[in-house]
């Protein structure tokens, strides 16, 4: 099948503008559908992860390509395997059958197309836990549209604050102002996160801040921007595993993980603007939360083990 919307890519805030039959974009993503990794993954957020899993399916290329990214194999080598939009439906099903809590898609965008036909093909076979779109938030308010009433979680990283160091690592000056534009739409689709009695997520929104070092994300900022544009009842995910990975060591500023003080003041900071609704994590300068990729492969099983706190303030 010829997606009409790859032949001119601007399905994101790049706009190529590439015929992705012949070519590539900045994503590095071809026109086909390329996953490295379907797993039952126990690293997330505990309504996510749960007590059985988060069907997480990971694929490869990236349109934002962070310098520290720690799914560098995936995100700018591309390891992985192409398949077929019936294909991802198949590994969504067998995860839901496998007991998955969710269908967590990792790293979308650049497949919105052909993950909404998989979607609506699992759907017809019987897929009826709820799907999680897991993405960097540097995505356009026209192509989060197309998933509306398909994806009943959203969990973006806003990650930075501040153009210069959005350019700087991810070569996007203007990621700021593009993922609040995303998450109001997020927001607009799916609204706050429910959880059911059983402590598992069903639908809305978590908002993931994952902290640089030497305040290099701006989360402070960031959190003062979901405050007021956003409304303190929202979810956040306070992240303190960065840890330099990918092609972190050209930057002698992000050669260290963060401290105790950077993380605690920024769980301060969220407390004290009256964001009450947030998971902590222990934190980890390693790779230890981060799947054992390998290059061609679909994998069902993951190493992760969980690291969050639930907390409620
Ligand atoms: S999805 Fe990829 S090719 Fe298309 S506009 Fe974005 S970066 Fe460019």
Not at 131 to 147: G, I
Not at 171 to 190: C, T
Request: proline share 5%; net charge negative; glycine share 8%.
């Amino acid at each position: 099948m010829i997606y009409p919307s790859l032949l001119h890519c601007d399905n994101c805030p790049r706009n190529c503008g590439v015929n992705r039959y012949e070519q590539t974009g900045f994503c590095g993503a071809p026109a086909e559908l390329t996953v490295n990794l379907h797993t039952l993954h126990l690293g997330e957020e505990p309504p996510l992860s749960g007590t059985r899993g988060s069907g997480t399916i990971f694929f490869s290329w990236c349109n934002l390509r962070c310098v520290f990214c720690q799914n560098y194999n995936l995100s700018v080598l591309g390891w992985g395997q192409q398949i077929s939009p019936t294909e991802l439906c198949q590994m969504m099903l067998e995860l839901q059958h496998s007991g998955a809590h969710n269908i967590n898609l990792v790293t979308p965008t650049h497949y919105t197309f052909q993950i909404i036909d998989a979607i609506n093909l699992a759907k017809d076979r019987g897929l009826t836990i709820p799907l999680l779109w897991n993405s960097s938030a540097y995505e356009k308010v026209s192509t989060l549209q197309k998933l509306e009433g398909l994806i009943d979680i959203y969990l973006p990283d806003y990650k930075y604050a501040h153009g210069v160091y959005a350019l700087k690592y991810s070569s996007a000056a203007d990621y700021p102002a593009i993922a609040l534009k995303a998450i109001l739409e997020m927001d607009r689709q799916v609204g706050p996160l429910q959880i059911n009695p059983n402590g598992i997520a069903v639908k809305g929104l978590i908002i993931r801040l994952l902290i640089l070092p030497d305040g290099l994300s701006g989360t402070q900022k960031t959190l003062r921007t979901i405050a007021d544009q956003l409304g303190l009842h929202h979810t956040l995910s306070i992240m303190g595993q960065y840890y330099p990975a990918g092609e972190a060591a050209k930057y002698p500023e992000l050669q260290r993980g963060i401290t105790q003080a950077e993380y605690d003041a920024v769980v301060d900071s969220a407390l004290q603007l009256g964001f009450s609704h947030i998971y902590t994590q222990e934190l980890s300068c390693s790779d230890a939360w981060t799947p054992r990729f390998v290059r061609n492969s679909n994998l069902v099983e993951c190493n992760v083990t969980p690291n969050y706190s639930a907390a409620e303030y």
